[in-house]
Nanobody, 117 residues
Framework: QVQLVESGGGLVQAGGSLRLSCAASGGTFSNYAMGWFRQAPGKEREFVAG????????NYSDSVKGRFTISRDNAKNTVYLQMNSLKPEDTAIYYCAGSRRNDYNYWGQGTQVTVSS
């Protein structure tokens, strides 16, 4: 069973960039499709980006398409989320998640991203 730990969150001004990392342990990382989700205060958790097991397929929510890039390094058991052109509405707790089959069953503890205007 995989364990996930996010890092890289912080405070950034609008228009700035951050790179989130999610390190996996306890499982065969390449067996999992990976995703990033976020939850803003008072809102439901929402999907941000996903990547296939070998990294050849990615998908994004419309709200981040063209600004965020998901990638993975299976040799390092890590998935990344490069976030550019950040907006105040991107402020949220960001979670990485792993999917062995159809659902995201494995979750990290989250990392806070705050974008100031």
């Amino acid at each position: 069973q995989v364990q996930l730990v996010e890092s890289g969150g912080g405070l950034v001004q609008a228009g700035g960039s951050l790179r989130l990392s999610c390190a996996a342990s306890g499982g065969t990382f390449s067996n999992y499709a990976m995703g990033w989700f976020r939850q803003a205060p008072g809102k439901e958790r929402e999907f941000v980006a996903g990547i296939s097991r070998v990294g050849d397929t990615t998908n994004y929510s419309d709200s981040v398409k063209g600004r965020f890039t998901i990638s993975r390094d299976n040799a390092k058991n890590t998935v990344y989320l490069q976030m550019n052109s950040l907006k105040p509405e991107d402020t949220a707790i960001y979670y990485c998640a792993g999917s062995r089959r159809n659902d995201y069953n494995y979750w990290g503890q989250g990392t806070q991203v705050t974008v100031s205007s």
